[in-house]
């Protein structure tokens, strides 16, 4: 079966800079992917590309083995774009009914669309007395009209609050669940990690990381840390026997190359008794990201110059 976006090699330049650097990358029906970047990295770009709004310099982008721009390719795809910004004056619902007839939909199709993204009761407001939140729904309705294939969000969640963030995805999951690609762009490294399945990171242009974010984790090999704790009575204990250093008046950290941490976490079972309870903290979004950027890791402690 043919992918639902494939991009081979995609280079774009303005004037001499180049800002899309050979980017090459398939996506399958129902992935919910994230592409992460610094400001300037050339998501919108690559968004833009991909829609036909920019033509590319080198390279090839298909959309259901169409062209970018083309017809079949517009119909498959649906944009939520980095700022999005409606006709304050018209209600949600005016808004919605005006994008499905230029999409060729049924307009009597808005009121359920308004009911899927929980702006039923708002329907019949104008879109300026909309908070940022319910204009991020309103954008994500309007991008969902038609049941589109590939669903390209830019920045989704930006300015929105950890509940409407966390209301966002619900919806976009929703939306994989129906077999529609989801790509979304976003600077939020920590929200998109349990809510996307792979991660794409751009850096200047360069596609330098395309995986989940298990393998990602693996292939960066980053120290893992283990947090033991004990009782001020058998903290010095702890430390003897285990190495690492001391974090307060009960517990020891211990930093270790993840291939140790089986053998690790058999030699604090060991301690029985002397050990309360233990934390496992895998290398963050953040620290996988800065990895594949080439920005400094920063270290969490001094553990992490004195290896377990
Ligand atoms: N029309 C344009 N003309 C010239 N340069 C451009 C144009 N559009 C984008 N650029 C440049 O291309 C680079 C990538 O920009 P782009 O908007 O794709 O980045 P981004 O990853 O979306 O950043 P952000 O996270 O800030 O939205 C930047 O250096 C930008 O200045
Ligand atoms: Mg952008």
Known sequence: MSHVLSLDTVTKRFSRNTVVDRVSFDLEPGERVALLGHNGAGKTTLFKMILGFLP???????????????AAARRATAYLPEAVAFQKALTGEEILRFYARLKGEDPAKAAALLERVGLADAARRRVGAYSKGMRQRLGLAQALIGRPRLV????????LDPISRQDFYTLVEEVAATGATVL???????EVEARTDRILILSKGRLVADDTLANLRNAAHLPIRLKVQGTEASVEEIENRLGGHRLNGRSVELVCDPSEKLQRLAAISELGDLVIDIDVHLPSLDDVYRHFSGIAVPAPGPGRTEPC
């Open 152 to 159: 390209l969000l830019d920045e989704p969640t930006s300015g």
């Open 56 to 70: 590319l310099d080198e390279g090839t982008i298909s959309v259901l083995d169409a062209g970018p721009g083309q």
């Open 184 to 190: 979304l762009s976003s600077h939020a490294l920590t």
